[in-house]
């Protein structure tokens, strides 16, 4: 069965959106390290559905959408100690670091 990640407020998953502040010259190393972490280790945790990286056009935020199935498993990975070395190592890049839990209230689609 494949999961796509969609935007959806019927399905009960916990959605991650995480706020990085960076230096504008750091932002691309940020996005790469993120998507490195989350191809060697996020992706095989368990509850992982998808991770999305943003860049803002201004070169000082990296904004991660991700959404686990559960907010338990959300917090087994920020608990598995393989998983913290990515998460200490883009805390290095940041300036701030702002991860939020979110349930998806509402959605709309372009008929």
Request: aromatic share 8%.
């Amino acid at each position: 069965m494949t999961v796509t990640a969609s935007i959806d407020s019927s399905r009960p998953v916990a959605t991650l959106i995480n706020v990085f502040t960076v230096p504008p010259e750091r932002q691309q190393e940020l996005i790469e390290l993120l998507a490195q972490a989350t191809e060697t280790t996020m992706k095989h945790r368990p509850g992982f559905i998808c991770a999305n990286f943003h860049a803002s056009r201004d070169g000082q935020r990296v904004i991660n959408y991700a959404q686990w199935e559960s907010e338990e498993h959300y917090w087994a990975m920020r608990a598995d100690p393989e998983a913290r070395i990515h998460m200490d190592q883009a805390a290095t890049i940041a300036t701030d670091v702002q991860p939020r839990l979110f349930t998806v209230a509402s959605h709309h689609l372009r008929p």
